[in-house]
């Protein structure tokens, strides 16, 4: 290592999901590799190849390097969550703070996924319209991910708050 090349940190991103005890089931956890120092070492190197890796803690199992977080946070899905893609895909969860919308939201879920599947932190699929095509971490029932599936709005004005899986 000389002073020209690039110090290379791994984080976990705060609000991620533990990534579980060595040897407890696979889940997902996004390591999030940062450049520090000055400059990136050689010419022609591309910074973003190295910014985000799933990663298992149950196993050890690491994705490849990803330029995008969303697609890190699928290699993880596809190791520790087999199927994932096939789960219902249920309402947005409700933007608010308050106990009640969210309480039936988790409820419809919990109805529409396997057993077990929440208690293991599987991830859950959420239609999204327009803005915000993020997975975002911690928000599923059980702590696991709230995967976007991005759908053109309907211009139907109601949405039911279950929808079956349409691939
Ligand atoms: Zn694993």
């Known amino acids: 290592m000389t002073g020209t090349e690039p110090r290379v940190e791994v984080v976990v991103a705060s609000l991620h999901p533990d990534p579980g005890p060595d ?3 696979c889940r997902v956890t996004i390591r999030r590799p940062r450049l520090g120092g ?12 190295w910014r985000y890796r799933s990663y298992c803690g149950g196993c050890g199992h690491e994705g490849p390097d990803r330029t995008s977080e969303k697609d890190a946070v699928e290699d993880g899905h596809d190791h520790a969550y087999p199927g994932w893609r096939e789960m219902p895909i249920v309402a947005h969860r409700p933007h608010t703070h308050k106990r009640g919308p969210i309480a039936r939201w988790e409820a419809a879920v919990a109805a529409a996924y396997p057993a077990g599947w929440l208690e293991r932190q599987g991830p859950v699929l959420e239609l999204r319209h327009g803005l915000g095509s993020r997975h975002v971490p911690g928000l599923a029932p059980g702590g696991g991910y709230l995967m976007a599936v991005m759908r053109p709005e309907p211009k139907a ?11």
């Open 23 to 25: 040897g407890g089931h």
């Open 38 to 49: 000055r400059g990136f070492g050689k010419p022609g190197d591309d910074p973003a190849r």
């Open 157 to 167: 004005a109601r949405q039911p708050e279950v929808q079956q899986a349409l691939f």
